[in-house]
């Protein structure tokens, strides 16, 4: 029993364990003292750049090889010229960079009550993904079974995540503003003696922005009349903030994905689809 138990726990390390390690980096970070941090910031932030540009490239990609194999012959030189070069890249690397730095800042403004949320998500993940391999490995070539899956995840869970973010952001207490002019709520509300560093910059422009969607959402009526402009402002910046998270968020898991299959690919250890195949083999068996 017990050695049944050691091997159940070192395939669940095997396979997610790089989700785990994704998450407790980002725990620290959440952590760390405003020095520690700010030493942390720019390694952190190349990390998590290049996770998420690692599962962006590869859905672009994925995307690509999928129109040009539907509309070009394969002897046509345009399949090299349009198979995605320097200005895929560029792109999904400026990507990777802002979500990365609003991963990051956001995290450290963060609320604890947050963190079952982020780590439901990842649950979420792994039981998604499991089940959808199941069910594309029966339709889709085994090369592109984890890319496909990682594409078709995307969608789903940063939405589920993004609403959960917005109703949980809207019962959390909030700071009472009304009856404030704008400027004086940020005075309140935003420090302005902070720590002069990159990371502190970025975390009071985060703060002021919170701040405002606040102010604007709770001073819409004045004088008995709705200030339809007001919340128009606080709520796109509701849900601005909180969907870029929940997407930044999730493209980081799936980077961390992509990033482990590219590199057991490049190790010639395709571990991807062993498990996949065993998954529908124990299925059959019940």
Request: charged share 15%; hydrophobic share 60%; aromatic share 8%.
């Amino acid at each position: 029993m017990t050695r049944l138990a050691n091997a159940g726990w070192w395939l669940l390390l095997r396979r997610d364990g790089h989700l785990a390690l994704v998450v407790l980096l980002l725990l620290l970070w959440t952590l760390a003292g405003s020095g520690l941090s700010d030493l942390l910031l720019l390694p952190a932030w190349v990390i998590m750049a290049q996770l998420i540009f690692a599962g962006g490239l590869e859905a672009a990609r994925l995307r690509r090889r999928a129109w040009l194999g539907q509309y070009l012959q394969a002897a046509s030189p345009w399949q090299r010229w349009l198979r995605g070069g320097l200005v895929m890249v560029a792109w999904h690397q400026l990507l990777g960079i802002l979500l990365a730095l609003l991963i990051l800042v956001k995290l450290r403004l963060l609320s604890p009550v947050y963190w079952p949320l982020l780590l439901v998500g990842v649950v979420g993940l792994v039981l998604l993904r499991r089940v959808m391999r199941r069910r594309l490995a029966r339709h889709v070539v085994a090369e592109y079974v984890p890319g496909v899956t990682r594409r078709l995840l995307a969608w789903p869970l940063g939405v589920l995540l993004a609403v959960s973010l917005v109703v949980l952001a809207l019962w959390l207490p909030q700071p009472y503003l009304v009856g404030l002019g704008w400027e004086e709520a940020l005075m309140r509300h935003v420090p302005g003696d902070g720590h002069d560093s990159l990371l502190g910059f970025f975390e009071r422009l985060a703060r002021a922005l919170e701040v405002t969607q606040y102010w604007a959402m709770q001073n819409a009526a004045e004088r008995g009349e709705l200030n339809e402009s007001l919340v128009l402002v606080g709520w796109l910046l509701l849900l601005l903030v909180q969907s870029a998270f929940a997407w930044a968020y999730v493209r980081l898991l799936l980077g961390a994905e992509a990033l482990r299959g590219a590199i057991l690919e490049a190790l010639g250890k395709p571990v991807d689809r062993e498990l996949m195949d065993r998954e529908p083999m124990g299925r059959a068996d019940e």
